[in-house]
């Protein structure tokens, strides 16, 4: 039997799985890691697949395969996946590759750039697993759009950018509890159907395939509001989702309610929290900052056998 190996570190952040691979059996060698991500999807997405996907993954996984940097000085590239398909960038994600790399001591607990698909991240990581993280640019492409989910039910939301297109919703009229996940959940699918069908999209006619509900936090002295985040691949974000509230602040800054600097405390459906501020640039857009906590759960070797009829996801 033929039989492939690929090494990982499991991580999570805030409760969000990212499954960190850094032994992988090909090499990407495209210039830019946009280049690199296409390079990825249209020669090598069966391992995605055998990565995320069950009976190895799950739904709610996130992939990361490190690469090597395509600026000077930065600890690598990484290129983000989940069961569907492609992330541009993802938060909670870089926050789980940064303590991942710390793990196997291919970075020092000081000052760090990586290298993703929208832009070079500069980030922080300290022994304990913390993590502040420098955002891409971020900003409000849209203000109040209006949903019509059905004939009685209308909601609006801003079409904001984090590293992903997001549709941020706080007329739902929903409790956010985790108890309420599946209700939220099949809310989430229904805004995101009719943001295809109604053609609401982002910049350049880009889809926007991340939901953002918005609430009062559980206590106001822990945060200063809970989010329940779908996902492109029909899974809840654990945690507060770091392109999310990226695309947050952005809209709070568009609306003078956050102030440069101003710590925000966004606590996800879970309890988990991320602490954020943000910096105005002069073409009005931000550059946020993320905080938050990633813990290394598993390492190992996954094999793939080429007898296995599932060897690739289901």
Known sequence: MAQQRIKFVDTHTGGEPTRVVHDFPFELDAPTMLQRREQFRQNFDHFRRAIVCEPRGSDVMVGAIITPPVTERSAGGVIFFNNVGYLGMCGHGTIGVAVALLHRNQILAIRNTIDTPVGTIGFDVSPDGRVTLENVPSYRYRHHVPVQLDK??????????????????????????????????????????????????????????????????????????????????????????????????????????????????????????????????????????ITGNAWVNAEGTLLLDSEDPFCFGL
């Open 152 to 289: 009685t039910t209308l909601i609006h939301g801003d079409i904001a950018w984090g590293g992903n297109w997001l549709f941020i919703c706080e007329d739902h009229g929903l409790q956010l509890d985790a108890s309420n996940i599946h209700q939220l959940s099949s809310f989430a699918k229904r805004i995101r159907r009719q943001l295809d069908q109604q053609g609401i999209t982002g910049a350049d006619g880009a889809t926007v395939d991340h939901v953002d509900l918005i609430g009062p936090p559980t206590s106001p002295n822990a945060a200063d509001a809970k989010n329940f985040v779908l996902c492109p691949g029909g899974a809840y974000d654990r945690s507060p989702c770091g392109t999310g509230t990226s695309a947050k602040l952005a809209c709070l800054a568009a609306d003078g309610k956050l102030a440069e600097g101003a710590v925000f405390r966004q606590e996800s459906i879970v309890g988990s929290i991320f602490e954020c501020t943000y910096r105005q640039l002069e073409n009005g857009h931000i550059l946020p900052t």
